[in-house]
């Protein structure tokens, strides 16, 4: 064989190699990954190709396909749209999916890996292939409180069951009607996405677990107070207690929600009352005893700075460890610049009720077949422990305290201890507030937690708190779980 030969065997030769490794990378590899990307045009068409399968709420539909007269076969048909919008989302031909229809549009369209032998059984008998059908973990009064609760606010509200991680409701609002965004019309679905995509503020954004987060004021003293309590301190540890303070560095003064001493007097106040009153400046004392690793650290541990599957992707809720002393002070009372969506803020609350367990949330119980056998089901799981169980008793009680005789008294229900705290989010001045509530109910055996977030200051500027109009919304939310 001359050089030449030679030479270009082993460029053939190479060529060959490439090819075989991209096209296994591609067939085998990233297969999955592909066929779960909404906005793969093949995708899309396969997934009219089958009778779509249904997402369900204690049985009802909520989102279902119907035969149609067109080339696509079935249309999409969303019974409750808006009320359920930021659960199914939406399954459009050229603008993607979101949601469930997004996340689990393979089982949906039965051309997941666990539907194979449905696919090929179809295929042989002659029958309408039929994707698998979601059963949801929401309990439908539990929604429709949110919903109701939350109508004219831009906000959000999730309730989970601690002990499973089961999401019993899950609102943003605004919602949207996702029945124009199904139309087989391509014209009709990009006049109606854009009109959603341009409203203010925007339907589209899911502030329940996307990027709608929000400074949560007060309510992260909830995580300061379990890293207090797992380093050495106690509800009755004293801190100073001056009218103001200055934080290091600067000339920034910082008070508490009622201006004047925490309590209304002493040189001193207990983390309790501090904790029950709201009162900024004790908390910003702790954080600068503990040191930005602690609060860091135990933020983190109830999630912070990571996504979760629910099982679509939540937007990680951000707590920054590259600050100096003076922000460190002011991400104690939920300000700098710490953002939480209700997700993560729900996720909290449900672990301190849980005996300090954080349990793995998620919208799905089950993943059922054409012929109703279960292809999947859920099984509860850890998602870590960020404190102890003692920690978590002592750290209920305080929010129970808080409910009963402090800040928090507006989510009160009759005959049942609830626990939780409120937070009312700055940003800047003039700016509306944040308002905020998380808590749980019954505190001696916890049945929901739930967090409800307020953007824009509920319309009225700063003139509310989270006491006044989260705090509410969240009983409403526990009373229909607990069928009060």
Same mark, same amino acid.
């Given at each position: 064989?001359n050089?030449?030969?030679?030479?270009?065997s082993v460029?053939?030769?190479a060529m060959?190699l $490439?090819?075989?490794?991209s096209?296994t990378?591609?067939? !085998?590899?990233e297969?999955d990954n592909?066929?779960?990307?909404?906005?793969n045009?093949?995708?899309?068409?396969?997934?009219?190709?089958?009778?779509?399968g249904?997402?369900?709420?204690?049985g @009802?539909?909520?989102a279902?396909s119907e035969?149609?007269?067109?080339?696509?076969?079935f249309q999409?048909?969303?019974s409750e749209g808006?009320?359920?919008s930021g659960?199914?989302?939406y399954?459009t031909?050229?603008?993607g999916?979101?949601g469930?229809e997004?996340?689990?549009?393979?089982?949906?369209?039965?051309?997941?890996n666990?539907q194979f032998?449905?696919?090929?059984?179809a295929i042989?008998?002659g029958?309408e /292939?039929t994707g698998?059908?979601i059963?949801?973990?929401l309990?439908a009064?539990?929604?429709?409180a949110a919903?109701d609760?939350m109508?004219?606010?831009e906000?959000?509200?999730?309730?989970i069951? /601690?002990?499973?991680?089961?999401?019993?409701?899950?609102?943003?609002t605004p919602?949207?009607?996702?029945?124009?965004?199904?139309s087989?019309i391509?014209?009709?679905?990009?006049e109606r996405?854009?009109?959603?995509?341009e409203?203010?503020?925007?339907?589209?954004?899911?502030?329940?677990y996307?990027?709608?987060?929000?400074s949560?004021?007060?309510?992260f003293?909830?995580?300061?107070?379990?890293?207090?309590?797992?380093?050495?301190?106690a509800?009755?540890?004293?801190?100073e207690? /001056?009218a @103001?303070?200055?934080l290091?560095?600067?000339?920034?003064?910082?008070?508490?929600?009622?201006v004047g001493q925490?309590?209304?007097?002493?040189?001193?106040?207990?983390?309790? @009352?501090?904790?029950?009153l709201s009162?900024n400046?004790?908390y910003?004392?702790l $954080?600068?005893?503990l040191?930005?690793?602690?609060?860091?650290?135990m933020?983190?541990?109830?999630?912070?700075?990571?996504?979760?599957q629910?099982?679509?992707t939540?937007?990680?809720?951000r707590?920054?460890r590259?600050?100096d002393?003076?922000?460190?002070?002011?991400?104690?009372?939920?300000?700098s610049s710490?953002r939480?969506?209700?997700?993560?803020?729900?996720?909290?609350?449900? !672990?301190?009720?849980?005996d300090?367990v954080?349990?793995?949330?998620t919208?799905?119980?089950?993943v059922?077949?054409?012929?109703?056998?279960v292809?999947?089901?859920?099984?509860?799981s850890?998602l870590?422990?960020?404190?102890?169980?003692a920690t978590?008793?002592t750290l209920?009680?305080?929010?129970?305290d808080?409910?009963s005789?402090?800040a928090a008294?507006?989510?009160r229900?009759?005959g049942v201890?609830?626990?939780g705290?409120?937070?009312?989010?700055?940003?800047?001045?003039g700016?509306p507030?944040?308002?905020?509530?998380?808590g749980f109910?019954p505190?001696e055996?916890?049945q929901?937690?739930?967090?409800?977030?307020?953007?824009?200051?509920?319309?009225r500027?700063?003139q509310l708190?989270?006491?006044?109009l989260?705090?509410?919304?969240?009983r409403q939310?526990?009373?229909a779980?607990l069928?009060?």
């Amino acid at each position: 064989m001359n050089k030449e030969l030679r030479r270009v065997s082993v460029i053939v030769l190479a060529m060959f190699l $490439a090819l075989f490794g991209s096209t296994t990378v591609i067939s !085998a590899i990233e297969a999955d990954n592909l066929a779960a990307q909404s906005n793969n045009r093949r995708v899309v068409l396969d997934s009219y190709s089958a009778q779509r399968g249904a997402i369900l709420v204690e049985g @009802t539909p909520i989102a279902y396909s119907e035969p149609s007269d067109d080339v696509y076969r079935f249309q999409r048909i969303y019974s409750e749209g808006e009320k359920y919008s930021g659960v199914t989302g939406y399954f459009t031909l050229n603008q993607g999916s979101t949601g469930l229809e997004g996340s689990l549009n393979q089982q949906l369209s039965g051309t997941a890996n666990s539907q194979f032998f449905d696919q090929l059984n179809a295929i042989i008998t002659g029958q309408e /292939p039929t994707g698998a059908s979601i059963a949801t973990t929401l309990d439908a009064e539990a929604q429709q409180a949110a919903w109701d609760a939350m109508q004219g606010y831009e906000g959000a509200v999730v309730a989970i069951e /601690p002990s499973t991680g089961r999401i019993l409701a899950l609102v943003s609002t605004p919602g949207f009607d996702p029945n124009p965004l199904a139309s087989h019309i391509t014209s009709e679905v990009i006049e109606r996405y854009t009109a959603l995509d341009e409203a203010r503020p925007s339907p589209l954004q899911n502030r329940a677990y996307g990027g709608g987060q929000y400074s949560p004021g007060s309510t992260f003293k909830i995580i300061m107070t379990a890293a207090a309590l797992e380093n050495g301190y106690a509800p009755d540890s004293q801190f100073e207690n /001056p009218a @103001t303070l200055t934080l290091p560095g600067t000339n920034t003064q910082i008070n508490n929600p009622v201006v004047g001493q925490c309590s209304g007097g002493g040189d001193t106040v207990s983390m309790a @009352t501090a904790l029950n009153l709201s009162c900024n400046i004790p908390y910003a004392e702790l $954080a600068q005893d503990l040191g930005v690793d602690t609060v860091a650290d135990m933020a983190e541990a109830f999630g912070f700075n990571s996504s979760t599957q629910i099982p679509m992707t939540s937007t990680p809720s951000r707590y920054p460890r590259d600050i100096d002393e003076a922000q460190l002070m002011l991400t104690a009372f939920g300000m700098s610049s710490v953002r939480v969506n209700a997700l993560q803020n729900a996720m909290v609350v449900a !672990a301190v009720a849980n005996d300090g367990v954080l349990m793995q949330p998620t919208l799905v119980d089950s993943v059922i077949a054409a012929d109703l056998s279960v292809l999947d089901e859920f099984q509860a799981s850890e998602l870590g422990r960020p404190i102890t169980s003692a920690t978590a008793s002592t750290l209920n009680d305080m929010l129970v305290d808080g409910v009963s005789n402090g800040a928090a008294g507006g989510a009160r229900i009759d005959g049942v201890a609830v626990g939780g705290k409120t937070g009312t989010g700055e940003n800047g001045p003039g700016e509306p507030f944040n308002l905020w509530f998380s808590g749980f109910a019954p505190a001696e055996d916890p049945q929901v937690a739930v967090s409800v977030i307020v953007g824009d200051g509920g319309g009225r500027g700063q003139q509310l708190s989270g006491n006044a109009l989260a705090a509410p919304i969240a009983r409403q939310v526990m009373e229909a779980v607990l069928n009060q």
